[in-house]
């Protein structure tokens, strides 16, 4: 265990030399709010749309693009990277299990960009939306299992298209795909939005799961909502692990290093 | 004791071959054509602990696969090996402890970062005790002299001084073996030195194994008593090297720069290869005339310049194949 913390810990200090390229981002992350706030602000002319109010879907969206730009899904680049360049050569010479250390090295190096953007997410809530009515602080601490699980599961996702590098020798199809799947399932548009039968379905894939799970338990939190969720997320983490896992070990067999 | 043994290792690639033109390149995407090539065949040899073996060949050869194997990245194709014990496929975490490797060509330090992070990271990686962490890595720096440069960041340093500090992070846990990859390709010879300086006093002092692949002549002579030539993907020799280089190491190159146009003498096992009225470039053959005794002919005070080279590893494998057909 304490060999994955010093991989986080020099991950943190590696991913300060980076501030300029999280400037950019919350810069992009800013945009982003707020062309939603416009969008949502035209369609809004009563009062709900499939149960949110303007203020909900602005804070919805806060939160789901929190989840996006902060879940590391560049692992996917670096997997890809990895095991196309053979870099992954030095890092299966140590004693240590390769898919938790590039979690544990995730984990790190979004620490930073983490903080800052829960802060920017919070803010710009208040700014475009203002408070949402009948807020329970008391969820606070499920909210964030919520996006801690959500951000492990997007991550081990990421993870196992990224090792597919092993297999395919063009596999940005499989990630671009599941961006987009993220995109309209959940990130874009509350599942509410969409019909009934759509909806018994979706809640129960990681997409939604990944975007509107803790989205929606922040602007309309229940006890009875969160206990479906979590759970599910929790099992789809474990799920991710272990494709990962088996993704990156029958992958492993078949490591191509080039040169000499 | 061996540390390493291989028997009948093999590993083939798979490689999908793309015909030219759009006909073929559709063909490929419904029915792709792969070839096989095979990078090691059937090699079999073992290697003493504390034994400094020299493992030769040209490019594509098949010397990284096989490193490469050994220490448990590739999965062979074929046959059996063993190193320390462990089986490199099965056991590659707990053989991960007892050997180090240094690949010329790839990094093992983060780039932004001071080398002393990348080498704290690597013992809590290694579970070294803080305490035996901290007086192996004064004595490596002291060895491989990088207390000036251990808080700059690593993309601030110079070749030299980053190939040390990767020998450093290779080494803090003490490997009982350990693999170079070309260790010293595009080093001066001052950093080669003190590299190879280190290798022999932990070769002495820990009885540390080295398995060694280079191209460079120098690495093979000042380091190791046993070579093994690859080619092909099989063993093509296993010799001492005092007998490789007395059979195929014994051309030196002496290029002189002259004040006044002179001939050279020219002994048997001395050959001109080259005269302009200032300078004349010539082979000596060192097994019929040492080298010492070439230079003692020569008109001292003419000499501008000189320079003595050793023939290219690539030749010397050359040779080694000339001579392999001529004999046999």
Redesign the interface.
Known sequence: M??Y???A??SI??SL?YRASVTGRVVFYFVFIFVFFSLWSMIYSGNEIAGYSLVQMIWYVCMTELVVFCSGSEIFGRMNHEVKS??I??R??????YIFMQFADMLGSMAFSASVFTVMAVLLGFVFAGPIQGFNPASVPLIVISFVLSITMNFFICMSLGLLAFYF?ENSPFYFIYQKLLFVFGMLLPIEFLPIWTQGILRYLPFSLITWGPARMVVNFSYEYAFEIIPMQAAWCVFSVLLAMFVFSRG??K???H?? | MAAIVLENLSKTYRVKVRGEGLKNAIKSLVRPDYREVEAVRNISFSVNEGEMLAFIGPNGAGKSTTIKMLTGILHPTGGSMNVLGYNPVKDRRRLSYNIGAVFGQKSQLSFHLPPVDSFRLLSSVYEIEKSAYESRLKRLADLLELNEFLDTPVRKLSLGQRVRCEFAASLLHAPKILFLDEPTIGLDVVVKHRIRDLIIKLNKEENTTVFLTSHDAGDVENLCRRAIVIDHGTVALDMPVKKLKYDYLNKKVVSLKLNESAGIPEPPGVELIKKTPYAVKFSVDTRIAPISKILAMLDAGNIADITIEEPPMEDIIEAIYMGKREGG
């Open positions: 304490g060999k913390l010093s991989i810990g020099i200090k590696n030399v053979g870099e050569a030095y299966l010479l140590r004693p240590w299990n020798e492993v067999r490591v191509n290093v040169g000499g």
